[in-house]
């Protein structure tokens, strides 16, 4: 479970997140919505430890992480699939996939480190570019190969930042079936930041409204109303 408690974020003196409290429990799938600006990102860089300074607590399965480094957190359990997806365009998908085993506690980390077998399961499409160029691949294949790098870090929880922006709206429904598929069928515990209400309406079962650096709403997803939409997210 991540807990974030009076949680207060900050570029130089500027207080950008102001008492943000959250709660994701195991097998959730969470999203986090609010317009342009007021913090999402920044929330989720103080969940991975990206930011200077952060006050209130973190806590990772009742463990304080606030403290540890980025990677101490991944090795932890944090998984981050980042916005623009953080392909490396000169490494193969093999080599960005093996990046990902680099986070896991369990596998052997890079070295001789084997690509499970689910993950071309869950995404073909990655065996059969195996040895392509990650820039080579289309924004939708690199989606996927994004959240397939993350998986093979076997994280207690995945984080992803705006995972369809930019990308085909055919493409979209993929990606948003294998996130709820993720969640569903594989338990993974999700958190989702999305300026797509729709999506998060069909893939979440609880939301936090984000509005100038502090939860403005949350709940159940049903309670994810036209009227909260229109007051927090309307542009
Ligand atoms: N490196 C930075 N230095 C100073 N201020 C920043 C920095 N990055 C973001 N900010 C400010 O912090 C606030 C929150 O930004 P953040 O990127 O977290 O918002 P967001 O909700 O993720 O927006 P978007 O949907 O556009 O990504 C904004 O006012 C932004 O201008």
Same mark, same amino acid.
């Given at each position: 479970?991540?807990?974030?408690? =009076?949680?207060?974020?900050?570029?130089?003196?500027?207080? /950008?997140?102001?008492?943000?409290?959250?709660?994701? &429990?195991?097998?959730? !799938?969470?999203s986090?919505l609010?317009? +342009?600006?007021? *913090? &999402?990102?920044?929330?989720?860089?103080?969940?991975? #430890?990206?930011?200077?300074? /952060?006050?209130?607590?973190?806590?990772?399965?009742?463990?304080?992480?606030?403290? !540890?480094?980025?990677?101490?957190?991944?090795?932890?359990?944090?998984?981050?699939v980042?916005q623009g997806r #953080?392909?490396?365009? &000169?490494?193969?998908?093999?080599? =960005?996939?093996? @990046? *990902?085993? !680099?986070? +896991?506690?369990?596998? +052997?980390?890079? =070295?001789?480190?084997?690509?499970?077998?689910?993950? !071309?399961?869950?995404?073909?499409? @990655?065996?059969?570019?195996?040895?392509?160029?990650?820039? +080579?691949?289309?924004g939708g294949?690199q989606q996927q190969?994004a959240i397939?790098?993350?998986?093979?870090?076997?994280?207690?929880?995945?984080?992803l930042d705006e995972p369809t922006e930019g990308i085909q709206p055919n493409i979209v429904e993929q990606i948003e079936q294998v996130l709820i598929?993720? =969640?569903?069928?594989?338990?993974?515990?999700?958190?989702l930041i999305e300026q797509n209400i729709g999506f998060a309406r069909r893939a979440?079962?609880?939301?936090?409204?984000?509005?100038?650096?502090?939860?403005?709403?949350?709940?159940?997803?049903?309670?994810?109303?036209?009227?909260? /939409?229109?007051?927090?997210?309307? /542009?």
């Amino acid at each position: 479970m991540l807990e974030l408690e =009076n949680v207060e974020a900050y570029y130089g003196d500027s207080r /950008v997140l102001q008492g943000v409290s959250l709660s994701v &429990k195991d097998g959730e !799938f969470v999203s986090i919505l609010g317009r +342009n600006g007021v *913090g &999402k990102t920044t929330l989720i860089r103080s969940i991975l #430890g990206l930011m200077d300074r /952060v006050e209130g607590s973190i806590q990772l399965d009742g463990t304080d992480i606030k403290r !540890f480094k980025t990677h101490d957190r991944a090795l932890a359990g944090i998984g981050y699939v980042p916005q623009g997806r #953080g392909i490396l365009p &000169k490494f193969t998908v093999r080599q =960005n996939l093996m @990046l *990902g085993t !680099f986070a +896991n506690p369990k596998s +052997n980390r890079g =070295n001789g480190a084997r690509i499970a077998e689910w993950v !071309f399961e869950l995404f073909p499409i @990655l065996r059969e570019f195996l040895d392509r160029r990650g820039g +080579n691949l289309s924004g939708g294949q690199q989606q996927q190969l994004a959240i397939a790098r993350t998986l093979l870090s076997e994280p207690k929880i995945i984080l992803l930042d705006e995972p369809t922006e930019g990308i085909q709206p055919n493409i979209v429904e993929q990606i948003e079936q294998v996130l709820i598929d993720l =969640n569903r069928k594989h338990g993974k515990t999700i958190v989702l930041i999305e300026q797509n209400i729709g999506f998060a309406r069909r893939a979440s079962q609880h939301f936090a409204i984000m509005d100038r650096g502090q939860v403005a709403a949350r709940g159940p997803v049903q309670e994810l109303t036209d009227q909260l /939409v229109h007051r927090h997210l309307a /542009v």
